[in-house]
């Protein structure tokens, strides 16, 4: 399990995250949902050290690290190597086939033999609805179809955890569609995944917890089903503004 406790970040003498004490359950998902500013993306890029907090605890199962002190690069690695992140910009290799890219992380990082690596990608791909486009380089692609290959591409180094930041938020409805469908079969295969997202009706199917931020604190973190059915008056405000309930 990834546990945060106490943890700070500030940027330029702002609070984006204070006093942060938050569980990441394995075999779960968590999504991190809250208004735009309030520290969703800063919280979920500490997890991965692509944003550095001043102060709190890191834990990640027995390993335990002191924010407040130096990290060493061998440490943030560790963590990376258990860790995967898909961005809003999928970040694919343009000089490589779909296939390639997906074959590249395990072959160059983990050392697979290329053989294996292929045919895991071939079936990663397949997975991912996108088998026909093996061959095809990254600009042949819609963004969805980008998107998926990028979680085809963290899948296929077997991580114990992945990070997605707003995956979809770049997508018009219908290419959001075919990666949140992916997205739900991965969550029902019990792979732990903590997404931050703007889609409370994907944030209802998918999410085993909620952690709901505003303004760099964390004002709700438990199930799923009871902050949608919540008596609190913010975030009942919070989702009707998202859902257009109100209308």
């Not at 095809?136 to 085809?152: C, D, F």
């Not at 009871?226 to 913010?234: G, P």
Request: proline share 4%; no cysteine.
């Amino acid at each position: 399990m990834i546990e945060v406790k106490h943890l700070n970040k500030t940027f330029d003498g702002h609070n984006a995250l204070t006093d942060i004490s938050v569980q990441f359950p394995k075999d779960q998902t968590t999504v991190i949902v809250g208004p735009s500013g309030s520290g969703k993306s800063t919280l979920l890029r500490s997890l991965n050290f692509l944003e550095r907090p001043e102060s709190g605890i890191y834990q990640f199962d027995s390993d335990e690290i002191d924010l407040s002190q130096p990290i060493s690069n061998k440490t943030i690695l560790s963590i990376r190597r258990r860790t995967e992140m898909v961005f809003q910009g999928y970040n694919l290799f343009p000089h490589l086939s779909v296939l390639q890219n997906v074959m590249e992380g395990p072959i160059q990082v983990q050392k697979v033999k290329k053989a294996a690596a292929q045919q895991a990608a071939i079936d990663l791909l397949g997975k991912v609805g996108l088998a026909e486009k093996a061959s095809v380089y990254p600009s042949q692609l819609s963004g969805g179809q980008a998107q998926r290959v990028a979680i085809a591409r963290s899948l296929a180094m077997h991580p114990e955890y992945i990070f997605l930041d707003e995956p979809t938020s770049a997508l018009d409805p219908e290419l959001e569609l075919e990666v949140l469908k992916v997205l739900l079969q991965i969550a029902s295969e019990k792979q732990s995944m903590i997404i931050v997202t703007h889609n409370m009706a994907f944030a209802q199917q998918v999410a085993n917890k909620i952690v709901f931020i505003e303004d760099g604190h964390v004002l709700y973190d438990g199930g799923s089903d009871a902050f949608f059915e919540t008596d609190n008056q913010r975030i009942k405000d919070f989702i009707s503004a998202m859902t257009f309930s109100n209308i």
